[in-house]
């Protein structure tokens, strides 16, 4: 059986995937998948209710992926592919990268191919690129490997032991948010007005490097605080929306530490950062009412 985790972007989206770093974490949710000799190839979602044969068909985009992944093989496997999905789609957890970890790895096990957690991210970026053009490959760096990371396109990860675990709230808007969509939309924007917007991810960038600083000493007060100015500077590439402003404002009234939007926004999760586990159960209280879901998640244990 192989996994891959979701993730979430602590600090750093979008200026990304223009080069600039971001410091990530994988979280315990994410996907199961497992890989069986068969006549033909496909792939199964029971949760989704898919099954699918590999395809060339541009409307068929996960017969495209699955197919994508196929093709990293010598000679592409006849296999049944079954992946168990435990997170939420297009909604910023990473759930795609997930996906294509997952089933890579499931194929790995079946042929006895063996590739390190860096090697299975970068080879199953073929996945990734169907459903988002241009990856920064973070979410597929997290989904393999896990822990907390900075993360700097086509380099290794730089893993960040924090001191304890840091606890995170993580509620969905329920409104799910095409990667593509929003990623293209910072680039029309970068396009209109490039010093603008290389402005906001220098700044993103500074924020992200005492996040990194911040988790390595524990500090999480300091790390709340940059959360609060990364969602300020996401906002202003019109990343969030009011339900996300909403959820963000109910948390830190209720105690967070900090809290943002996470992944590509437009919709999608928002994070917010508790100084511990009690605290941490009143945020999740204070918003229940207004999230789809909502969960607490330790990560970097
Ligand atoms: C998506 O989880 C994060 C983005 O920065 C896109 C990417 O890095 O490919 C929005």
Not at 167 to 195: C, F, W, Y
Not at 282 to 289: M, Q, W
Request: proline share 4%; with cysteine; charged share 20%.
């Amino acid at each position: 059986m192989a996994f891959g985790r979701g993730k979430v972007i602590l600090l750093g989206e979008h200026g990304v995937v223009y080069g600039h770093p971001a410091l990530a974490a994988g979280i315990e949710r994410g996907v199961h998948a497992t890989a069986t000799e068969a006549s033909t190839a496909l792939l199964s979602i029971p949760v989704w209710d898919i099954e699918v044969a590999p395809s060339s068909d541009p409307a068929e985009s996960l017969g495209r992926a699955f197919g994508a992944l196929l093709n990293v093989y010598d000679s592409p496997p006849c296999l049944a592919v079954r992946a168990e999905v435990a997170l939420p789609a297009g909604a910023g957890l990473g759930c795609s990268a997930a996906l294509g970890v997952a089933i890579l790895g499931a194929m790995d096990e079946a042929l006895g191919v063996e590739r390190s957690a860096e090697e299975r991210a970068e080879v199953s970026l073929a996945w990734e690129r169907v459903f988002h053009g241009n990856p920064s490959g973070v979410d597929s760096a997290m989904a393999s490997a896990g822990g907390v990371a900075v993360f700097h396109k086509g380099k290794p990860l730089d893993h960040i032991l924090p001191r304890n675990a840091l606890t995170l709230v993580i509620a969905n808007t329920g409104d799910s948010a095409s990667t593509k969509t929003m990623v293209d939309s910072v680039g029309r924007q970068h396009e209109r007005n490039p010093e603008r917007v290389d402005g906001v991810f220098d700044a993103i960038a500074a924020v992200v490097r005492n996040g990194a600083l911040a988790v390595g000493a524990g500090d999480w007060k300091a790390l709340g605080q940059l959360m609060d100015l990364n969602q300020g500077l996401l906002a202003s590439l019109l990343l969030s929306t009011e339900k996300l402003e909403d959820l963000c404002h109910l948390a830190r009234e209720a105690g967070a530490l900090g809290a943002k939007l996470t992944g590509s926004g437009g919709g999608g999760c928002m994070i917010a950062l508790a100084a511990e586990r009690t605290s941490a159960e009143t945020v999740l209280h204070a918003i229940e009412g207004i999230a789809e879901e909502a969960f607490i998640a330790e990560v970097g244990t």
